[in-house]
């Protein structure tokens, strides 16, 4: 319950910060070179096990260099509320209102930011339609007829790409099973 507490006061704080006008944190352009890039938008939906639920939605843009990353978490008016950013063992989350969080783990990051688990680490490949090599193997792997992950199960969740474009799949849908609580992630790229 207290995730749905933090989710709702997310939401308040944020309404608060459109209607008195709070700044943002600035812009960050997409490197060039061979540097990977989606943006979209996402929606997390939260169930918990007496039916209750909770969700939160925007936009996302991710920008990864291919040892760093920058990944911005937007409101639904385009404003950018916070900021996971990471290296080799290191991840740092700045919001709007100028305060960070460093941990060497990106997921913990975001899930502070959006008040429900977000599998940041596993989204570095999955963005890119492969499976992640850094984490824990991936199980249950359906391919599609080009050979591509099409479902799997990874890090605690159950994934599904679909859409592929040259850059990688434009709809994944994240299912993670918590005692008492089913999370969903969806992940809604915008073309090219």
């Known amino acids: 319950m207290a995730v749905f507490a933090r989710m709702r006061g997310a939401v308040a704080v944020l309404a608060l910060g459109v209607i008195a006008g709070c700044t943002s944190l600035p812009e960050v352009k997409a490197p060039a070179g061979d540097a990977f890039s989606r943006n979209g938008r996402f929606a997390i939906t939260a169930t918990e096990s007496d039916g209750?639920?909770?969700?939160?939605?925007?936009?996302?843009?991710?920008r990864d260099t291919g040892r760093?990353?920058?990944?911005?978490?937007?409101?639904?008016?385009?404003?950018?509320?916070a900021?996971?950013?990471g290296g080799p063992?290191?991840?740092?989350?700045t919001?709007?209102?100028?305060?960070?969080?460093?941990?060497?783990?990106?997921?913990?990051?975001?899930?502070?930011?959006?008040?429900?688990?977000?599998?940041v680490s596993g989204l570095r490949s999955w963005l890119r339609g492969q499976?992640?090599?850094?984490?824990?193997?991936a199980q249950n792997v359906q391919r599609d007829d080009?050979?591509?992950?099409?479902?799997?199960?990874?890090?605690?969740?159950?994934?599904?790409?679909?859409?592929?474009?040259?850059?990688?799949?434009?709809?994944?849908?994240?299912?993670?099973?918590e005692p008492g609580r089913r999370i969903i992630v969806r992940l809604v790229v915008n073309q090219p």
């Not at 760093?68 to 509320?81: A, F, K, M, R």
């Not at 997921?107 to 429900?116: C, P, Q, R, T, V």
């Not at 499976?131 to 193997?137: G, I, Q, R, V």
């Open 52 to 62: 209750k639920q909770q969700a939160v939605q925007g936009g996302f843009t991710w």
């Open 89 to 93: 063992g290191v991840a740092t989350l």
């Open 146 to 177: 080009l050979g591509r992950p099409a479902s799997f199960e990874q890090n605690g969740w159950n994934a599904r790409l679909s859409r592929y474009d040259t850059l990688g799949p434009q709809l994944l849908v994240l299912e993670r099973q």
């Open 95 to 119: 919001r709007a209102n100028g305060t960070t969080l460093q941990a060497p783990n990106p997921d913990a990051l975001a899930e502070d930011a959006l008040g429900s688990p977000v599998p």
């Open 131 to 137: 499976l992640a090599s850094d984490t824990d193997t």
């Open 83 to 85: 900021r996971v950013e």
């Open 68 to 81: 760093e990353y920058v990944l911005d978490l937007t409101n639904p008016l385009g404003s950018i509320e």
